[in-house]
C-alpha cells in the first residue's frame, strides 16, 4: 500500500513562504516522478509543479514559476516544495502525487497521469 502525507501548510501573510513536504511509504521511492497540485475553493484542481526521476528534471505551472522550488531526497523517501513571495492567489489544499515510472513520455500536468494521491495540506496565504 502506497501512502502519501503531506505537511507543511498553514496560514501567512503575503509574501511569506511555506515549504511542503511528502513523504512516501510502501514502494521505492526512486521509481516515483513526483508532482504538487493545488485545489483553491470552487475550482478545479491544478497542477503546480513535477520532478522526474532525476533530481535535475523539473517543471513548473506559469503561476509559480520563479516562486517555488520542487526538490527530492531519495534517501528520506520524500519530495519538498519550496514557496516564496506567496500571494493571496495561491491559497488553497495542495496535494502531492506520484507516478509509478513505466518509461515513455510523461504528461506531468495531468492529474489522470498520476497513480497516488496524499490527503492534502492547506495553504492560506493573507493579504
Known amino acids: 500500500q502506497v501512502q502519501l502525507v503531506e505537511s507543511g501548510g498553514g496560514s501567512v501573510q503575503a509574501g511569506g513562504s511555506l515549504r511542503l513536504s511528502c513523504v512516501v511509504s510502501g514502494r521505492t521511492f526512486s521509481t516515483l516522478r513526483m508532482g504538487w497540485f493545488r485545489q483553491a475553493p470552487g475550482k478545479e484542481r491544478e497542477f503546480v509543479a513535477a520532478?522526474?526521476?532525476?533530481?535535475?528534471?523539473?517543471a513548473y505551472a506559469d503561476s509559480v514559476k520563479g516562486r517555488s522550488t520542487i526538490s527530492r531526497d531519495n534517501a528520506k523517501n520524500t519530495v519538498y516544495l519550496q514557496m516564496d513571495s506567496l500571494k493571496s492567489e495561491d491559497t488553497g489544499v495542495y496535494y502531492c502525487?506520484?507516478?509509478?515510472?513505466?518509461?515513455?513520455?510523461?504528461?506531468?500536468?495531468?492529474?489522470?497521469?498520476?497513480?497516488?494521491w496524499g490527503q492534502g495540506t492547506q495553504v492560506t496565504v493573507s493579504s
Open positions: 502525487a506520484a507516478d509509478r515510472y513505466q518509461g515513455g513520455r510523461w504528461s506531468f500536468s495531468s492529474s489522470g497521469e498520476y497513480d497516488y
Open positions: 520532478i522526474n526521476l532525476s533530481i535535475t528534471s523539473t
